[in-house]
């Protein structure tokens, strides 16, 4: 999948630091004549590398389905008719889509976290905490906002979402920075200790004393509005604007990436930190800065799922979310955009679980199956890629 972030850096890392540049070296050196021929190849292996990137997502979604596909037979199940029910459980009725959505809306949020800090050579693991801060952010302010008109309540309510999961994800960024911490495992730990502090206050502090392990009802000036106010065709259904909100924030953040100095020295810094460092970008606070931006979208995300599904802040509100953002940014190669259809993907996927096991009596573990090959293809792109380029050669076209 073309992200579009290709050509402004180059495959060698010097070449992106115009002060180490002389002129006429790096990128501006002609080819020496007599090497046309050599050139014209190299031209066309990357064209070729980038059809083969571009596909490569189809292609471990094809896989993921044939494998699945397997499983299903060994436990007696018809694929054809499994997947019907799948199609039909995500797509086959206002309802339906509108669940589909209502299941997109924190999976793109996540999946952009991961996608920013991937980009910015940071591996974001903690998205689930952050997802955590943001939810009981809202949930707070929330009832704290509750005399505000909707239409200022509610963007008040997701800044202090994000500034939570901002807040949440900045310990850990300055522990990489300051002593070498692994980001991996801080913030994976950081995740744990917002679970259960989350846990800890809808039981204690936070609690409205009926016995659940939850807090107070949000008042409706402080909850998202439904989706089926502006598109009548969805009915009852439980989606809401959040969806909207997110394709915003993923048009926002492919922006910043590909337009701004911020995007432009996160993706140096994850492309070549010597090298961005050489030329003058200051590596650390380039990764304090990424982590932020990754956990302020996760910290939305929570946001989202209290004031738009549940309306209150629970112990364990969120279906990994977290988790499934790491799916979702793999397989949208990290581009904003591409994480809008990723997580429509994997949304439609949990969406028609349900549907699948009804209707063909196949298990929604088969949901988790797809996930998880998706997942493995992805991260053996190697073999995919080697694989169609012995099949181009034996082909004649490309390599």
Not at 109 to 115: C, D, E, V
Not at 233 to 258: C, D, P, S, Y
Not at 263 to 285: C, D, K, L, T, W
Request: aromatic fraction near 10%; charge should be positive.
């Amino acid at each position: 999948m073309s992200d579009g972030f290709d050509t402004p850096l180059s495959p060698n890392p010097l070449n992106n630091v115009p002060a180490l540049r002389a002129p006429g070296q790096g990128r501006d050196v002609p080819p020496p004549a007599g090497d046309s021929a050599d050139k014209d190849f190299a031209m066309q292996r990357e064209r070729m590398q980038r059809v083969i990137k571009a596909i490569t997502p189809f292609i471990s979604i094809v896989i993921a389905v044939l494998v699945s596909s397997v499983f299903i037979v060994a436990t007696g199940g018809n694929p054809i008719a499994a997947f019907q029910a799948l199609l039909y459980g995500a797509f086959g009725t206002p309802r339906a889509i509108g669940e589909t959505l209502l299941r997109t809306t924190p999976l793109i949020f996540t999946g952009l976290a991961l996608a920013y800090g991937f980009r910015s050579g940071v591996f974001n693991i903690g998205a689930e905490g952050q997802l955590y801060m943001g939810g009981l952010a809202a949930a707070y302010f929330g009832i704290t906002f509750g005399g505000l008109s909707t239409f200022i309540a509610i963007p008040l309510i997701i800044i202090a979402a994000a500034a939570a999961g901002a807040a949440w994800a900045f310990i850990p960024a300055l522990m990489k920075v300051r002593i070498g911490a692994n980001e991996v495992i801080t913030t994976m730990m950081f995740t744990y200790i917002g679970k259960y502090v989350v846990s800890w206050l809808v039981t204690g502090p936070l609690a409205d004393n009926s016995g659940i392990p939850q807090s107070a009802q949000l008042p409706p000036s402080s909850s998202m509005p439904r989706l089926s106010a502006i598109i009548p065709f969805l009915g009852t259904g439980r989606a809401h604007l959040g969806i909207v909100v997110a394709v915003l924030f993923a048009v926002v953040i492919w922006a910043v990436l590909k337009y701004t100095t911020l995007g432009y020295e996160a993706r140096a810094v994850g492309y070549n930190p010597f090298a961005s460092q050489a030329g003058g970008i200051s590596v650390g606070s380039t990764i304090i800065k990424s982590l932020c931006i990754s956990g302020a979208l996760a910290g939305v995300a929570g946001a989202v799922e209290v004031m738009g599904v549940y309306g209150r802040l629970f112990d364990n509100f969120s279906n990994n979310f977290g988790f499934t953002g790491i799916a979702v940014a793999l397989l949208a190669k990290n581009n904003p955009l591409g994480v809008i259809a990723a997580a429509l993907l994997f949304g439609a996927l949990d969406a028609g679980a349900g549907t699948m096991q009804l209707e063909a009596g196949v298990s929604q573990k088969v949901i988790n199956i797809i996930q998880a090959v998706i997942i493995f293809t992805i991260a053996a792109e190697t073999i995919v890629t080697w694989s169609i380029e012995k099949f181009s050669a034996r082909k004649g076209v490309g390599a």
